[in-house]
Every structure is written in C-alpha cells, then in structure tokens.
C-alpha cells in the first residue's frame, strides 16, 4: 500500500517563495507508486490550506488563485492517528503516514512547525523541534559544536538595547572587516558586512529588524564549503562541494541567482581535506541531535584550518539545489534520494 505524505510548503517567513519552488520539485519526483502526497500551503499570512490542483502551479505562486482546490485545513492533535482536518463546509479528517515540511527560513525551520508535528505524534521527515530550533540560533549552534570539538569563528552576542559604544568596542577587538548577523535568521536575510566602524550602526540596525539577538563575528580568510548528511543511526555523507565568490559574501542574492559566483561540486580540494570536512561535518550533525537529513556549512582557510559556520535542517530542494547535487555526486539521484528520505522520516 502506497504511503500518505503530507507536504508543508510555503510558510510565513521571508523565504516563502523559495519553499514553493522546492516543494514543487518535491511532489514532482515523488514516487508515487510508494507515496502519495497531501499537500497543504501555508500563506504569507499563516494560513493553512489544504491544495488539490496542479504541482505546477506551486512553484510562481498562482495554487492561492485556485480557490476551487483549496480547504482550510488544521493539523488535528490527536497522538494516536495523524490526520489533517479539512475545515469546508463540514469538518472531515484525511489521515497520513508522516509529514515533510518544506519550508525555510523562521515559521517551517525553526522547530515551531516541528514541534506542532511532535505534540500531534506525526513522523517528520527532517530534523525535530530540538535540533531545528538549535540550529537556526547561530550563536548557540556554535556553543554546541564547539563543546563537541569543532573550530567556531569569534563573535559577540547582543541584546536590542545595547549601546553603540558596547558594539563599536566589542567590533574593535574582533577587528574589520567582520560581520553582523542575526542570531536566528535563514538565507543571508539581515546580514552585512562591515568594513570599516561608521558601517557600523545601519548593519545592526538592519539584523535587528529580523531578530532580537544579533552577532558580530569575525570575517574569516578562505572560502566556504558544505556538506550533505543524511540518515538518523548510520550516516550518508555527499560530496563536498565549494562556493567561489568574486567579492563580497553569499547573500541571499547570489544564493539564488549565482549572478557572480560559482559553485563547484565536488569542492576543489584535496581528497584528504574533503575527508576532514565530512568528518566534521558528521560530528557536528549529532553534536546538534540532527536526524534524516541537512547540510552542514564550513569555512575552509588558506591554512586549511575548518571552522563551522551553520547548519541548515531543511536546505533548498530543487533537483539543483547544493544538497541533492551532493547527494548525486556520492550515488543518489533525486528520486532516490526522496525514496530515502522518505523511508527515514516514516520510521520516526
């Protein structure tokens, strides 16, 4: 018998669009001889709505348009049945077998949907409420990794509040160019770096707006590279893979577009270092209480030194995005790749 999946897309955060495209490439190299899929769009404004028109309209955007195929829904919290409750005319209940969120960024990656999924007893596909919560909160993650025996950049951690003076001197001793961050924030969205002091000011302001805790960290020499994970007990780990920046950081522009930069799968270095960075990787993966699958992000200096920078739980999904090109590159095509993840999540 064929697997029910519920597929979350969409999400009130400022990465909304990016989920709609990864969830339309979801459904679209869904297996659907082992799962079917129950698709349910969270809006912009955090409405959930239960979807049964064309995969095709997911990715722009146009499925909100379709008012036909579209049923308020709720996730019902009922430990001993998964179920989503169809909220028309009359309540009806459509069960599942586990639930894949894909969504980025703050409302989908940070465990608040996680922990939804949790208390109702649903199996995620993806980390849980712990690990998704743990990281996205940048400076924390650190914290733990570094406990678990990883290099971490430095950095300082800030309240709103804080005075320009405590800032301009903690940016004193980490010294320009550094970089001010959001501590739980996804895709580059409030981070700036800064070159000199009088930039100062308008990069917290601008982390401030998507966080209440900021961090100033140093800039690290080298380049960065990241590695897929996946699995829960034994671990799969992809090809390295690098990006190459022709100036400036990996914002969300350049994520997304790759208008100046490049990325190289595998990573340009030598087979011994790329074994050091999955190692590392693996490492960092349980410090984190990561299960199924992520990407684990690294800086690589020109002394070959790696340090952590981040872990993202639910990585862009199209069949090109970094993480499934990782995973090609180790034997896993796309297909297979969901067939996998899908058998992870189901077993909870």
């Not at 490439?25 to 899929?37: F, G, I, T």
């Not at 790759?258 to 011994?272: D, F, G, W």
Request: charged share 25%.
């Amino acid at each position: 018998m064929r697997k029910t999946i519920l597929v979350l897309f969409g999400g009130c955060s400022s990465e909304h669009g990016v989920s709609l495209q990864s969830a339309q490439a979801v459904l679209e190299h869904l297996d659907r001889s082992r799962y079917q899929p129950l698709m349910a769009g969270i809006t912009r404004e955090g409405q959930w709505l239960c979807y049964r028109g064309p995969v095709s309209a997911i990715g722009d955007g146009s499925w909100e348009k379709d008012r036909a195929s579209l049923t308020p829904c709720a996730l019902a919290p009922d430990r001993d049945r998964h179920q989503l409750l169809l909220l028309g005319d009359r309540v009806s209940r459509v069960s599942f077998d586990a639930a894949f969120p894909v969504l980025h960024g703050k409302n989908g990656e940070d465990g608040t949907v996680q922990g939804l999924l949790e208390l109702a007893g649903a199996p995620i596909v993806g980390c849980g409420a712990l690990s998704s919560a743990l990281c996205m909160d940048k400076h924390r993650a650190h914290q733990l990794a570094a406990l678990a025996g990883a290099a971490v950049p430095r950095g300082r951690v800030f309240g709103r509040g804080t005075s320009l003076s405590r800032l301009d001197a903690a940016a004193d001793a980490l010294g320009y160019p550094l970089f001010v961050k959001p501590v739980r924030a996804g895709s580059s969205y409030g981070v700036t770096k800064v070159e000199r002091p009088g930039q100062l000011p308008a990069a917290v302001e601008e982390a401030f707006h998507h966080d209440r805790e900021i961090i100033l960290e140093e800039a690290v020499p080298g380049f960065e590279v990241g590695c897929a994970v996946l699995g829960s007990d034994e671990l799969t780990v992809g090809l390295v893979d690098e990006i190459e920046l022709s100036g400036g950081f990996f914002d969300f522009d350049e994520k997304y577009t790759l208008k100046t930069s490049a990325i190289h799968c595998p990573a340009r270095i030598s087979p011994e270092k790329a074994e050091e960075v999955r190692e590392a990787a693996k490492r960092v993966y349980r410090a984190l209480d990561c299960r199924v699958f992520a990407r684990v992000d690294f800086f690589l200096t020109p002394e070959g030194n790696i340090l952590f920078n981040e872990v993202n739980t639910i990585p862009g999904f199209t069949a090109h995005s970094r993480y499934p090109s990782m995973m090609k590159g180790a034997g896993l095509d796309f297909p297979a790749l969901l067939n996998r993840l899908l058998e992870l999540g189901a077993e909870g």
